[in-house]
């Protein structure tokens, strides 16, 4: 899997580590495939704004990544734009100013209160020092300690588990499916090449049409809905009999792939496309194997 840029609002000190992560000036287009955003401290007004378009255009770049869900790592005057965008109070002021551990725990100029979707964890004075909300941690130091940095690393490094989609979900589930195989039936039925195969062998629709859907769940890795079993069989074996030749195949794909693209997006189509191109070619050798015997 390719792991997308980190990116940053503002330059970083050359000689910050960043773990081996690339990290990329910020733009909106470049959030797309970013892992997470970086909202350095940069000493630039938050509150005041009116005659500053780049600090909107931040602050609408920011708001996109946090809609997102992107993960951020805000600090100093970011950690105030952080704020703001999610609809805090911006107050003017250092807190905790001549603290022993100065510039980590002194809060920017600016700082934002605390927005109503996070929650505190360190609190100096009456500003919240380290905040999250949903994705964004916020630090409202100027000097973004290395514990914290390290975390939120880390944690880009192990997103969170999540079951990989399976090609039936690409396609939009069982719900997209059947419509899509009882319009390529339909077709088939109807053709002259395929028809009167079809007309020869079925005699019950709908229990050829639970057969097929059931076929197709199993093959794209999903679970029928009804909690059928998956589908077991051998589609040399069950296609052997019935006469199937090099045209019906032919036509078989055609019909098949403008069932799909009838039903699915362009990629979701060739998705399900290729798969039947894959079983089409298997059915195709076997048939020329078997008619080469015979001859
Ligand atoms: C990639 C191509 C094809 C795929 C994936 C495919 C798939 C299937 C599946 C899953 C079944 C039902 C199996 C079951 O009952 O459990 C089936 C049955 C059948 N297929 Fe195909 N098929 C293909 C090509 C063709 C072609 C070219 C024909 C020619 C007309 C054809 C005619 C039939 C017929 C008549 C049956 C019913 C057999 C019976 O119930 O006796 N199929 N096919």
């Keep these: 899997m390719t792991v997308g840029p980190l990116l940053t609002t503002s330059p970083l000190p050359t000689t910050d580590g960043w773990a081996g992560w ?11 495939h970013a892992v997470g955003l970086l909202v350095p401290h940069d000493g630039q ?30 600090w100093g005057t970011g950690a ?11 107050h003017t002021g250092i807190q ?13 100029e600016e700082w934002a209160a605390l927005p109503r979707t996070a929650h505190a964890e360190r609190w100096l004075a009456e500003a919240p020092l380290l905040w999250r909300a949903g994705a964004v941690t916020a630090w409202a130091g100027e000097i973004l300690p290395a514990a914290l940095k390290l975390e939120f690393l880390t944690r880009l490094k192990t997103p969170t ?23 390529f039936y339909a077709r088939a039925r ?56 090099g045209v019906h ?24 496309v290729s798969r039947a191109e894959a079983m089409g070619a298997r059915l195709g050798q076997k048939r020329a194997g078997a008619s080469a015997h015979s001859h």
Excluded at 22 to 32: D, F, N, R
Excluded at 96 to 108: D, L, S, V, Y
């Design 249 to 272: 195949l032919a036509r078989w794909l055609t019909l098949f792939r403008a069932a799909a693209e009838a039903h699915l997006s362009p990629d979701a189509a060739q998705l399900l």
């Design 161 to 183: 588990p999540r079951m990989p989609a399976t090609p039936l979900e690409h396609l939009g589930g069982e719900e997209i499916l059947r419509p899509l195989l009882a319009d």
């Design 190 to 245: 109807a053709d002259t090449a395929l028809g009167p195969v079809f007309a020869a062998h079925v005699s019950d629709w709908e229990a050829h049409l639970e057969a097929v859907t059931a076929f197709w769940i199993t093959m794209l890795g999903g679970q029928a809905q009804s909690g059928g079993p998956p589908w077991r069989g051998n589609l040399n074996h069950i296609h052997a009999p019935l006469g199937v030749r």
């Design 22 to 32: 690339t990290v990329q000036p910020a733009s909106t287009g470049a959030l797309l």
């Design 96 to 108: 905790g100013e001549g603290g022993q551990m100065e510039g980590e725990e002194n809060t920017a």
């Design 45 to 74: 007004p938050v509150r005041n704004v009116q005659h500053r378009p780049d600090r909107w255009a931040l602050l609408t770049l920011v708001s996109g990544a946090v809609r997102r869900g992107l993960p951020v790592l805000a």
């Design 80 to 90: 105030a734009l952080a704020g703001r965008v999610l609809g805090a109070a911006i």
